[in-house]
RNA sequence: GAAGUGGGCCAGGCGACCGCGGACCGGUGCGGUCCAGCAUUGGACCGUGUCGGGAUGAGGAAAGUCCGGGCUCCACAGGGCAGGAGGCAGGUUAACGGCCUGGCGGGGUGACCCGACGGAAAGCGCCGCAGAAAAGAAGACUCCCGCUGCCCGCCUCGGCGGGUGAGAGAAAAGCUGAAACGGUGGUGUAAGAGACCACCAGCGUCGUGGCAACACGGCGGCUUGGCAAGCCCCCUCCGGAGCAAGCGCAUGUAGGAGCGCCAUGGUGUGGCCCGCACCGCGCUCGGGUAGCGCGCUAGAGCCUGGCGGUGACGCCAGGAGUAGAUAAAUGGCCGCCCAUCGACAGAACCCGGCUUAUCGGCCCACUUCGCAC
RNA sequence: GCGGGCGUGGCGGAAUUGGCAGACGCGUACGGUUCAGGUCCGUAUGGGGGCAACCCCGUGAAGGUUCAAGUCCUUUCGCCCGCA
């Protein structure tokens, strides 16, 4: 699963991207207009809680991830955890994801 | 059995499947270099992609960053000032503000626990309100006494009684306050006082024991508040930065332009001075960069046994054993077991401590109380 | 990794060398002014107890030094900032 690192592709999803919120998961995805491969990210911000709590936030939204088949074809996405994240099973979180995701697929057919 | 004290240990386990970091091994594609050969080609090494196999992979605090070191660079880390830290004694150690043993003080019936525990007659400063007085302030004030003097009365003519409080005496009492020129009791006196005596506290000094802190005993003269977590004094220790240290490679219009200063100068140097090393330096404009590799994990480390030591610890012998990421790896699911899957919590150069957080459980030693034998 | 600062009523923000904590401003409540509202003026305003006089507790938390702590010291929690 390749992630996106460096600081400027960041700030390209950021700026470019159009974001979606979700009680379990807040997301901000970019489409990729030419080639290059697909990447994700997995963000626990700070005040979330302490580095246990955040690693497991990540955890779960790396294994929803895998779940909701990503990398997917196109998309540059960034996933956040929410409060809710830590107490989530993957499996929610991956539906959720999956919702979410349903509204960029939509658009991206008409 | 109940309550408690001290010390040590564990931090769910096993199996199956899917996934993550990553050393290593094997297959294979591409590129480069070298070697052999006339040549198709073959072999070795390096880089890179891909497929398969595959050991191994967070903590007791990884935390807070409160101390101490190692390591690296600055000069080989040197002198002084400033600044900071520590503060009963002896030991332990690489070092420490840690630890051990002992002393002293405090708490507990006890096992045990706690203690920033040098100096206030080196100096400066502070002690509000109350109180006569608050730090040597004079014996100032109230109070005490009635020797001398003065006044009045009596009378046996020199004394007696009464009054006064000028002079002399004295430091006991003075309601306050956190704290008042040691405390209690006695002798003494006009009244009193370490003036004298006994005991206690404290100080000095001598002796004995102890490496020492200190303890015990004798003697002495009678006595000098508290705060140093106020400044300070004394003793001991500390050069500065930190793995974004530091070294190498690659990239780059890059050995850039302008102005200013310059040897009693500038930089290394981080507060200052000296010393040492180097010879350009400062500002502005413009440009570039946090890519890759090394450092990077085996270490003053851990376990077991023996010896020395009261102990911390030291010495010797044997044994087991690679976390090294960099937008940063441990997750999901199923079954079984203990007891309900639990607490605090995630390595980032590495160690030794300290402190703080913490569900539940186990082991050892000891104390007090109750009951039974 | 290194270094520095802050925490006081509901809010902002004072409290000199330790010596009566909450000055001052805002807000809130009540009353007055007005036909009514605003402005303006006055009173009250940390918590608990008491009929009252008054007493006790309160400066992020827990200890300590001191006669006395918002102030000094130690530990701890939270927040903010700077440097590489």
Redesign the pocket.
């Known amino acids: ?1 390749e ?5 400027q592709d ?1 700030g390209r999803v950021f700026s470019g991207g159009k974001r979606a919120n979700h009680r379990l998961v807040r997301m901000t995805v970019l489409r990729l207009n030419e080639g290059g491969p697909a990447r994700v ?3 626990a911000p700070k005040r979330l809680g ?3 709590f955040r ?1 497991r936030c ?3 939204l ?2 929803a991830a ?1 779940e909701a088949g990503f990398p997917r074809e196109g998309f540059d996405v960034i996933l956040f955890a929410t409060q809710g994240t830590h107490d989530a ?3 929610e979180v991956a539906q959720a994801i999956g919702s979410v995701m349903g509204r960029f697929d939509k658009n991206k057919g008409q």
């Open positions: 699963m992630t996106i690192k460096s600081k960041f990210a997995f963000v302490n580095a246990v690693n990540k955890r779960v790396r294994e895998r099973h993957p499996h």
